[in-house]
């Protein structure tokens, strides 16, 4: 898998994502994570959400993710602005339809 993997939202936009280590992500700073599986060459995004500081958030969903729908990654982007990490989190949900709520 590449360590960067873009992701389209219902707009047409394409936000690019890194792959992370769900038990201790990188950055301190605000973002955007999804919570993905990999079948074969495809990536189905199972969980999106937002957080204030990436290395902080809990990702509480991802054992569930884990166990019911086979998550395989868990996928970041660093976003500062509150706003900005909503509109997009909006944008990749109504794009890409997670299966988690």
Known sequence: MNTQIDLRGASGAVY??????PAR????AGGLFVYVRR?????EVLYAGE??????????QWP???EEYG????????????AARSQELDDL????KPVMT
């Not at 690019?16 to 280590?21: A, I």
């Not at 992500?25 to 301190?28: F, I, L, R």
């Not at 998550?71 to 509150?82: I, P």
């Open 51 to 60: 957080t204030d500081s990436l290395a902080r958030a809990d990702f509480e």
């Open 71 to 82: 998550a395989t990654h868990l996928l970041t982007r660093l976003h500062v602005s509150s």
């Open 64 to 66: 569930r993710a884990v």
């Open 25 to 28: 992500p990188a950055d301190a």
């Open 16 to 21: 690019r994502y890194r792959v992370d280590n």
């Open 93 to 96: 949900i109504d794009g890409l």
């Open 39 to 43: 079948t074969d060459d495809e990536l």
